[in-house]
């Protein structure tokens, strides 16, 4: 069973930048598809961006794509997300989450799930 640990949420002005970590207890991390998550008080958890398990196939959600970018360092056991030109809309707690297929863009698709990381954007 894999165990995800997020990191790198803060508080930030907006235009700023944060860059997260999900960082993966298994070596057969490599194997699995990444996705990041995120979800604001009273709203459903929303898609992110996705990586296969070769660092390929990053589909981005419109609310992101441009300016939030998904990588992996296989040999860490480490997915990224940075995050720039950040915005108040962006406040949320953000989750990265680990499948065994390809990347996903259903919360329920994915099997394992970090316990999240607060990010607040401030105007």
């Known amino acids: 069973q894999v165990q995800l640990v997020e990191s790198g949420g803060g508080l930030v002005q907006a235009g700023g930048s944060l860059r997260l970590s999900c960082a993966a207890s298994e070596r057969t991390f490599s194997n699995y598809a990444v996705g990041w998550f995120r979800q604001a008080p009273g709203k459903e958890r929303e898609f992110v961006a996705g990586?296969?398990?070769?660092?390929?196939?990053?589909p981005y959600t419109d609310s992101t794509k441009g300016r939030f970018t998904v990588s992996r360092d296989n040999a860490k056991l480490t997915v990224y997300l940075q995050m720039n030109s950040l915005k108040p809309e962006d406040t949320a707690v953000y989750y990265c989450?680990?499948?065994?297929?390809?990347?996903?863009?259903?919360?329920?698709?994915?099997?394992?799930w970090g316990q999240g990381t607060q990010v607040t954007v401030s105007s």
């Open positions: 990586i296969n398990r070769n660092g390929g196939a990053t």
């Open positions: 989450a680990a499948r065994n297929w390809g990347t996903a863009s259903r919360y329920y698709e994915y099997h394992y």
